[in-house]
């Protein structure tokens, strides 16, 4: 499996980065996709750039996406972050970004096809998450047969492989396998609203996900918050 190519889709997350992580312990040679999709800031996309250096990966391919295609709190000026909610709660929050997967995972399969590459990183995970439902096992194997029909590769016999190997884990597990493999959690970004500066506001639910998980694992959490 040594220096097998693959391509990640690298947010600059937790989940990404050890995603990477174990994609390259296992011996996969990583080209990285990340996307500007009218995200309200581009933190994100920095922490992907920081995240590829450190495991020396080439940097990030950035796709831009027109921001006007979605409508969500992500993205659009007329609906607010929400702040403070149960994250265990029934219902897909206003963060939920139409698609948004699909899209991400059409456009590495196009890459992947075209650079010889057969498997595809994702740093999905459905334990600890907003409940999303592009975020789900059932859509990755969905996924991974609709490439395999839809393919000059997969119809020639010359499979790809979505993995996902960080989607039944908890946050927690999640930060103590990147900590084994030396993964620098200070370069990850995971707030959906941040500062200018980049400062994580502390209370939407992937700020709360986060500061739950390196608390249940034990980690140091490095993250920078607007109020610390």
């Known amino acids: 499996m040594q220096n097998k190519k693959a391509i990640i889709l690298l947010s600059g997350g937790i989940d990404s980065a050890t995603t990477a992580a174990i994609a390259i312990d296992s011996g996969f040679a990583l080209t990285a996709l990340t996307f500007s999709y009218g995200q309200k800031h581009a933190v994100e996309v920095i922490a992907a750039g920081r995240i590829a250096r450190s495991f020396s990966m080439p940097p990030p391919l950035v ?5 006007r295609i979605f409508r969500s709190a992500l993205t659009d ?4 972050v929400p702040k403070n909610r149960d994250t265990h709660e029934d219902g897909i929050p206003d963060t939920y970004v139409p ?19 057969r498997h595809i990183f994702i740093g999905a995970t459905a334990v600890d998450y907003s409940g999303y439902p592009d975020c789900r096992p059932e859509f990755f194997r969905a996924f991974q047969e609709m490439a395999n029909r839809g393919t000059r590769s997969g119809v020639d ?6 993995i996902t190997p960080v989607i039944g884990m908890s946050k927690s597990e999640i930060i103590k396998k990147g900590a084994s ?13 941040p500062d200018p500066d980049g400062l994580a506001c502390g209370s939407c639910d992937s700020c709360q996900i986060r500061k739950k998980g390196f608390l249940d694992a034990g980690v140091a959490d490095p993250t920078r918050y607007r109020h610390a």
């Open 77 to 80: 000026a007329g609906l607010s």
């Open 181 to 193: 493999l030396g993964v620098d959690f200070a370069l990850t970004h995971s707030c959906y609203d």
């Open 63 to 67: 796709i831009d996406i027109p921001a």
């Open 99 to 117: 698609a948004r997967n699909i899209l991400f995972l059409s456009y590495a399969l196009a890459f992947a096809e075209s650079a010889g590459a």
């Open 157 to 162: 016999g010359d499979p790809f492989a979505i």
